[in-house]
């Protein structure tokens, strides 16, 4: 069974939410609310929902998600039964009416091909629930390798967002969340880890619509300097422990990017500067090498 989890503290979108699940056709699934000790309390709204979905709400007393919001998702997590799938689900996002169906409609080939990650097409709305003009739906293809996906979006031609993701528990409980400041690319690095980077599964007959707003983390612009410091985090992971998982032009551009980070977060250090030079030897890429070692030897002598 399916349980989607929604780590509450924003009421001024999560009607919608709400009624997203409600009319879901396929009703197989359970939702798991984890109120971060919001200034506003929802529960007269669940009320108007009982009986249209099974659903368990908890309310925590120290909001956790201001410190970690990883910290937040698991929590939440961890109020679920013995469910074997997991969706978090933003408390601002919509599903589609046949999101769940569809899961389940594709499960026997989701176990079949043992992917671990399954996605949904994606939308994106506005603050009034309107598809945003300069994005269109965005589909995948239905089986593709996690380091693939992840490079497309690198490179600005793909997307993703942590509601249009189900994941198994099993692997979650294998790898957990990494906790980078804002949970700024935790979930690029978990459908890294989740799939070992192997295969994603997509449906792309279901669309989730994600919301961009300025009420959102995603939206805000005061937080750059923590979204550049969870970016450089992860870069650091994806160089020393998944950069063999890409193919040699996706390595080029990755190790170059590491080394702009470092220079422009001045985290140029000998062990790092070392292990991208031997990378880039390793495949054969001198140019790159060349480029690389210039950048840090300016920005080293411009201290």
């Known amino acids: 069974m399916l349980a989607i989890v929604i780590p509450y503290y924003n009421f001024k979108y999560f009607e919608e939410t709400l009624d997203s699940l409600a009319n879901q056709t396929d009703k197989r699934f359970k939702v798991y609310i984890g109120n971060d000790a919001s200034l506003t309390n929802p529960l007269d709204l669940l009320n108007k929902y009982r009986g249209e979905f099974d659903f368990e709400y908890k309310i925590f007393e120290d909001n956790l998600g201001g410190v970690s919001l990883v910290k937040q998702w698991e929590r939440c997590i961890n109020l679920i039964g013995n469910e074997a799938w997991i969706q978090i689900l933003g408390d601002d996002d919509v599903l589609d009416v046949n999101c769940v169906s569809c899961f389940y409609k594709n499960l026997e080939d989701i176990n079949s091909n043992v992917c671990k990650v399954v996605r949904f097409g994606s939308r994106y709305i506005d603050s009034k629930g309107k598809a945003l ?62 799939t070992s980077c192997g295969n994603l599964y997509t449906i792309n007959e279901a669309i989730v619509e994600v919301r961009l707003s300025k009420d959102n983390i995603s939206g805000k612009r005061d937080n750059l300097s923590l979204k550049k410091e969870a970016r450089y985090l992860f870069f650091n992971d994806l160089v020393f422990c998944k950069i063999l998982h890409f193919k040699k032009y996706q390595k080029i551009e990755l190790l170059l990017e590491y080394g702009i980070l470092m220079k422009e977060l001045r ?37």
């Not at 969340?177 to 459908?191: C, E, G, I, Q």
């Not at 054969?284 to 480029?291: E, H, R, T, V």
């Not at 690389?292 to 030897?297: K, P, S, T």
């Open 267 to 303: 985290r140029i250090n000998f062990n790092n500067v070392l292990h991208v030079v031997f990378q880039l030897i390793k495949i054969g890429a001198m140019y790159s090498l060349f480029k690389f070692v210039r950048r840090m030897y300016i920005a080293t002598i411009n201290k």
């Open 133 to 194: 003009a300069s994005y269109k739906d965005y589909f995948h293809p239905k089986k593709q390798k996690s380091t693939d996906s992840y490079f497309l979006h690198f490179l600005g031609k793909s997307r993703s967002s942590l509601s249009e993701h189900i994941f198994s528990k099993e692997s979650y409980q294998n790898y957990k969340f990494h906790d980078f400041p804002l949970a700024w690319h935790s979930d690029d690095k978990a459908w890294l880890d989740f």
